[in-house]
């Protein structure tokens, strides 16, 4: 691979918990120290696509540092679709799905040794009713638990941890999933549909034990009930699939319909409540920097 130069680092100051200012002067120290060209473009919330599409032409930007979670990356994959450019995580978010997916470590001095490094993966990319998904995407109670965190004011797994009790008791599980998969039409009673393209989720749990990120497929999981051990099963990495508790699809593109709309979740962000969901696996893929250990 080419040696890196020119380097953006795009920077979500409202992302997770965390302040960004020790991160952003790591990373302008680093920089300094080996001679790598660097722009810092902090998010807005306002044209931020367009604008980092601007940064890239203008300094022909050859590797993006994405500090923020999920939603950031995948705003950045979107700004840098047409450019080819690759990228670097500095997991900054509140749970980082990717980032955990990859085993990015906690050390802010070894995710850049990454960040910047040229071992790299081709991500699959899949587009959930049009909007850009790199790892996870679920319809409910999942989902509905991103929409209460992301209505309340505190950030970080806290926020979601006091956000689970009042969904369990305010969502109204379960649902009814009709899924065209695989010319096939299956319907489903459950708590969760999961859009997997990754393995974990953010909190380490792993959901889809036979993903990989970058095989060209993915997986469709339904969960079917509230079923306490099992879950705490999934959260150390002993999911069986073959218990009952979730049934798995595997495939390249899906439809996804329910009488009652369904929360809807992409990465980590709420999206709507919907009574239908498309998914296909796109052609498009996106280089990230991930450590020499991760397995694929």
């Not at 980032?99 to 050390?107: D, G, L």
């Amino acid at each position: 691979m080419k040696a890196i130069k020119n380097i953006l680092a795009v920077v979500n100051p409202i992302s997770g918990n965390t302040a960004k200012e020790d991160i952003i002067t790591t990373i302008i120290e680093r920089c300094n120290n080996t001679d790598y060209n660097l722009v810092i473009y902090e998010t807005s919330g306002k044209d931020d696509v367009s604008s980092i599409q601007d940064q890239i032409k203008e300094h022909t930007i050859e590797r993006i540092l994405i500090v923020g979670g999920d939603g950031t990356i995948k705003m950045v994959a979107e700004a840098a679709e047409t450019f080819h450019v690759s990228v670097g995580i500095i997991p900054a978010g509140s749970a980082n799905g990717l980032a955990v997916n990859f085993n990015i470590p906690p050390n802010l001095e070894q995710q850049l040794d990454i960040a910047l490094g040229n071992n790299t993966i081709n991500a699959d990319k899949l587009l959930v009713n049009n909007h850009v998904c790199f790892h996870m995407a679920d319809l409910g109670i999942n989902a509905e638990l991103v929409k209460n965190y992301e209505a309340s004011k505190l950030r970080g797994k806290l926020g979601y941890i006091l956000q689970t009790i009042p969904t369990l008791v305010s969502c109204e599980y379960p649902f009814t999933f009709n899924m065209e998969v695989n010319s096939k039409t299956i319907e489903k009673t459950g708590i969760m549909l999961c859009i997997a393209n990754a393995n974990k989720f953010g909190t380490g749990a792993t959901i889809n034990p036979n993903g990989k990120i970058n095989d060209g497929v993915f997986e469709l999981l339904v969960f079917k009930e509230l079923n306490i051990s099992e879950i705490i099963n999934t959260i150390y990495n002993e999911t069986d699939l073959n218990s009952g508790f979730a049934e798995e699809y595997t495939t390249t593109s899906a439809k996804i319909t329910s009488q009652t709309p369904v929360p809807l979740q992409i990465d980590g962000e709420f999206i709507e409540n919907t009574k239908e969901v498309n998914v296909q696996l796109c052609k498009e893929k996106l280089t990230i920097a991930v450590p020499k250990s991760f397995v694929s």
